[in-house]
C-alpha cells in the first residue's frame, strides 16, 4: 500500500463538479499533477479558485474525486486534508492582523514532520527574520506573501496549492517568488499546484500550462509555446477577444502516439505579447490589444535557445549554476538591446551556448534570458537598492548585484559586453571577480582612454568601439562583430584544451607568487633561480595593479603560496604616491591562509611622476630622479613607523604560517651604504614598529637577516623560509583548477 501510493500522481482530480447554488462552478474537471511544479491559468471568474476550495474541502464537490498519492480526499474536512499531506497558500493571503510573523509560524509548525522548520523559514526569508515581531497588518504585501508562503510550507506537505501567490506584488518579488517555486520543485520533497494569472511567471515555473475555460480544463499546452504565441493567448485567455472553447489537450493520451505539432517557419524577428502588460486582479478588464502591441518584445532569430523552463530551472540564487560552459553577453539592454543581441548572434552561430544578461537600471522589462530584476535579487539590500532615482547609486548598486551573481555561477566560459561607461562600470567588477584565463571582453567608448579603473588586476580586454555603441551601422557592425568572434575564439581555444596545454608549460607545478620593483630585480632574479625546479614562479610589478593581481590569483585558488618580497605599495596608500595598494592589501592572505613569506621591499620610497607633480606638502625632502616620467621620494622615520604599524597589524590577522624577513642592510638597491636613499635610522623604525605590533607565534615570526634585501644571503634566508614553510610541496602535481 505504502508503495502505491509512493508511485502515485500527487494529484489526480477526475470529473470534478462544484454548484454554487444553481450556479455549475466547476464541469466535469480533469486534471492529473504527477509531480514538480503545475500551473493552471484563466481569466477572472473561470474557476481557479474554486478549484483551490474544492481540493482543499472547503466547498462542498457535487461529483467527481480527487486523489493525493492515491488516497481519495473526495468530502473530507479541511483539518483531516491537511493532516494528510495538503498545504494551502490561499488567494489574499489570509494573515491574523494581531499575531506577530513569529507566532504565526509557531502555529503553523508541527503539524507534520519534516524539513521544514521555523529556523529554515527564516534561513530562506531572512526579511521574516528581521520582521519576526511585527504583526500581520504591518508587514508590507511581500512580506505577507512570504508568511503565506512559509505558513504552509511548516506544515511539511506533499502536495502545496497556492492560489494566486503573485497577485499584487511588486516586480522584484515577483521574481523571488518564482525563484522559490522553481527551487521547491527541483528539491523533490513537494508538488505545487500553482493557480496563476501571470502569464510569465505560470510559463516559467511549469512545463505544461492548464488552461481554465468557464470552469473546464479547456486544454494543456506546453509553457514555451504558450509565452510565445501571442495569436494563442488570445483565443484560449480571451486578451481582446471573447474565449473559445477548444477541447484541445496537447498532452499524449496513453496508448496514442505522440506526433510533434509544427513549429511555423519565422524568417523574421519574433514578437513576443504579454497578455496582461501590468499584474492583473480579480476586477481587471480585458486589456485593449493596443496596449499589447506597445508593450510586446522582439527576440532575434537564428539562434537556438534553450526553452524557458529550463533555463530558469538551470538558475537557481541559492545555489551556483552548474551545466555545459555558456558565453555571457551582458549590458543595458533598455538601450543596447539590439547591439547585444546582434553580438549575442553571432556567437550563438559559431556553436558555443550564450544566455543574455540585463543589467539595466530603469526597471523597463526586456527579453533576455537573466533579467535586471533576477540579478537585483543579488544585492544585499535587494531591487530596492538597485531601481532607485539616483542614477549613480543605481549603477554601483547593479554593479555589486552583477558580481554577486556571476560568483555564483560555476559554467561561465566568458563574458562579453558592450556600451558607454556605464556599461563598462556595471560588467567590470564582475568581470574582476571572474578567475584569470575566463576571457572577458568590454567593447566601449572609452577604451582609447584611460582603463585602469575597469580592467584593475583582471586579464580584461577592451575594445575600442570607435564609433558609439548606438545602433547598428558600418561601423558598429565590424567592431561588434570582430568582438563576438574574438570572444568566441578565445572560448573556443580555451575549451578546447588551451588551459591544458598552458599548465603543460609549466610542468604540472605548482605556482608561487612573488611581487617585485625595480630596486628588488636582483633578489628576485636569486629566488626564482632557486625556486623553478620546484615551482612555477609568476612575479608581479608593485606598481598598485601588481598586488592586486597576485591577490586576485590567491583569492582564485591559483597560487600555493607567496613571498611578498616587494611591499612598496604600502607606501604609495598613506603618503599618497601614484603606485597604491587598495585598503585590502594582504586581504586575499588572510582570507586563504596560504604560507606567506614577506618582506619590506622598497618600503624607502613614494613614487611620484614628474618633479613638478609631487604635491607641495613634500617640498624640500629627498628625492630620487629614476627618469624624466618618475621620482622617488626617501620615506622618514615617522613614516616607517606608521607603515610598520599597518603591516603589522594586518599580519597579526593571518592565520596561516607566516615569516616575515627584515633586511638590515636595507630595504632596497637605492637604500645600501653609499646610495641615494640610505637611512639607518628610518629603517630602524621600520624593523622596532613591527616588532612591537606583530604577535609572534609559532606560526607567525620576524627574522632579523644582517644584509641588504638584494644581497644572495638574503635571498638565500628567503628561499630557505619558503621551503620550511612549505615543505617539498612544490613536487606535488598541481590539482585542475
Not at 444 to 472: C, E, F, K, N
Not at 534 to 539: G, I, R
Not at 577 to 602: H, K, M, N, Q, W
Request: charged fraction near 20%.
Amino acid at each position: 500500500m505504502n508503495e502505491a501510493r509512493r508511485t502515485s500522481a500527487a494529484l489526480e482530480v477526475r470529473g470534478l463538479d462544484v454548484y454554487y447554488g444553481h450556479s455549475h462552478a466547476l464541469q466535469g474537471v480533469d486534471l492529473t499533477l504527477e509531480s514538480g511544479v503545475f500551473s493552471v491559468v484563466g481569466r477572472n471568474g473561470m474557476g481557479k479558485t474554486t478549484l483551490c476550495k474544492a481540493i482543499m474541502g472547503l466547498v462542498a464537490v457535487s461529483g467527481g474525486s480527487i486523489r493525493v498519492r492515491g488516497e481519495d480526499i473526495t468530502r473530507r474536512p479541511p483539518a483531516q486534508i491537511a493532516r494528510l499531506g495538503v498545504g494551502y497558500v490561499p488567494q489574499g493571503r489570509r494573515l491574523w492582523r494581531s499575531l506577530s510573523v513569529d507566532e504565526h509560524l509557531q502555529l503553523a509548525g508541527g503539524l507534520r514532520p519534516g524539513a521544514w522548520t521555523v529556523e529554515r523559514i527564516y534561513e530562506t526569508f531572512p526579511r521574516l527574520a528581521e520582521r519576526r515581531d511585527h504583526g500581520g497588518g504591518q508587514l508590507s504585501g511581500g512580506e505577507q506573501q512570504m508568511l503565506a508562503i512559509s505558513r504552509a510550507l511548516l506544515t511539511n506537505p506533499q502536495l502545496l496549492i497556492m492560489d494566486e501567490p503573485t497577485e499584487g506584488l511588486a516586480p522584484v518579488i515577483v521574481a523571488q517568488v518564482e525563484e522559490m517555486l522553481l527551487r521547491l520543485g527541483e528539491d523533490g520533497d513537494m508538488s505545487v499546484l500553482v493557480i496563476e494569472q501571470n502569464i510569465g511567471v505560470a510559463t516559467a515555473i511549469s512545463r505544461n500550462v492548464a488552461i481554465m475555460v468557464n470552469g473546464r480544463i479547456n486544454r494543456i499546452i506546453d509553457s514555451a509555446r504558450l509565452a510565445a504565441d501571442r495569436e494563442l493567448q488570445q483565443r484560449l485567455l480571451g486578451v481582446g477577444l471573447h474565449a473559445e472553447l477548444e477541447p484541445e489537450i496537447d498532452v499524449a493520451t496513453p496508448g496514442a502516439e505522440a506526433k510533434p505539432a509544427p513549429v511555423p517557419r519565422r524568417d523574421g524577428p519574433i514578437r513576443i505579447y504579454i497578455s496582461n502588460p501590468t499584474l492583473p486582479t480579480r476586477w481587471s478588464q480585458p486589456v485593449p490589444i493596443a496596449r499589447i502591441e506597445a508593450a510586446a518584445r522582439t527576440l532575434s532569430t537564428q539562434v537556438a535557445r534553450l526553452d524557458e523552463t529550463t533555463r530558469r530551472k538551470r538558475e537557481s540564487t541559492a545555489a551556483q549554476a552548474s551545466g555545459p560552459p555558456v558565453v555571457l553577453v551582458v549590458g543595458t539592454l533598455d538601450t543596447k538591446g539590439q547591439e547585444l543581441r546582434f553580438i549575442r548572434d553571432i556567437i550563438a552561430e559559431s556553436g558555443l551556448r550564450t544566455r543574455l544578461v540585463d543589467v539595466s537600471t530603469s526597471g523597463k522589462h526586456s527579453s533576455c534570458d537573466v533579467s535586471a530584476q533576477e540579478i537585483a535579487l543579488n544585492h544585499g539590500r535587494g531591487g530596492s537598492a538597485v531601481f532607485g532615482p539616483d542614477r549613480g547609486a543605481a549603477v554601483t548598486a547593479m554593479a555589486d548585484a552583477f558580481a554577486n551573481w556571476l560568483r555564483r555561477q560555476g559554467n561561465v566560459a566568458g563574458v562579453i559586453s558592450a556600451g558607454g561607461s556605464g556599461a563598462a562600470s556595471l560588467v567590470a567588477p564582475g568581470m574582476r571577480s571572474l578567475p584569470v584565463g575566463v576571457p572577458k571582453l568590454i567593447i566601449s567608448s572609452v577604451a582609447s582612454g584611460d582603463v585602469g579603473p575597469y580592467v584593475g588586476p583582471a586579464d580584461i580586454t577592451m575594445m575600442y568601439s570607435v564609433a558609439d555603441v548606438q545602433g547598428l551601422n558600418a561601423i558598429t557592425r565590424a567592431v561588434l562583430a570582430n568582438g563576438a568572434n574574438a570572444i568566441a575564439g578565445m572560448v573556443k581555444a580555451r575549451l578546447e584544451g588551451g588551459e591544458a596545454k598552458e599548465r603543460a608549460a609549466g610542468a604540472g607545478l605548482l605556482s608561487v607568487g612573488i611581487t617585485m620593483f625595480g630596486v628588488t630585480t636582483p633578489a628576485v632574479q636569486k629566488i626564482t633561480a632557486e625556486l623553478r625546479d620546484d615551482f612555477e614562479c609568476l612575479v608581479f610589478h608593485a606598481t598598485g595593479v601588481g598586488g592586486r593581481s597576485m591577490e586576485k590569483l590567491v583569492e582564485s585558488g591559483q597560487l600555493a603560496g607567496v613571498i611578498d618580497l616587494t611591499t612598496t605599495e604600502i607606501c604609495d596608500l598613506l603618503m599618497g604616491g601614484v603606485f597604491p595598494a587598495t585598503e585590502d592589501r594582504f586581504g586575499a592572505i588572510i582570507r586563504s591562509r596560504l604560507p606567506y613569506v614577506g618582506s619590506v621591499g622598497a618600503l624607502d620610497m613614494v613614487n611620484f611622476g614628474a618633479p613638478e607633480t609631487i604635491p607641495d606638502r613634500y617640498r624640500g625632502r629627498k628625492f630620487h630622479v629614476h627618469n624624466p616620467q618618475v621620482t622617488l621620494m626617501r620615506t622618514t622615520v615617522e613614516e616607517n613607523e606608521r607603515m610598520g604599524r599597518w603591516i603589522g597589524e594586518r599580519l597579526n590577522q593571518m592565520d596561516g604560517p607566516v615569516r616575515f624577513l627584515l633586511p638590515e642592510g636595507g630595504v632596497s638597491a637605492l637604500d645600501a651604504r653609499g646610495q641615494p636613499f640610505w637611512d639607518p635610522d628610518a629603517d630602524a623604525a621600520l624593523f622596532r614598529t613591527l616588532e612591537r605590533t606583530v604577535r609572534q607565534t609559532g606560526n607567525r615570526q620576524l627574522i632579523r637577516i644582517p644584509k641588504n634585501i638584494n644581497d644572495p644571503d638574503f635571498a638565500a634566508a628567503i628561499v630557505s623560509a619558503f621551503r620550511t614553510l612549505f615543505g617539498r610541496a612544490g613536487t606535488r602535481r598541481r590539482v585542475a583548477r
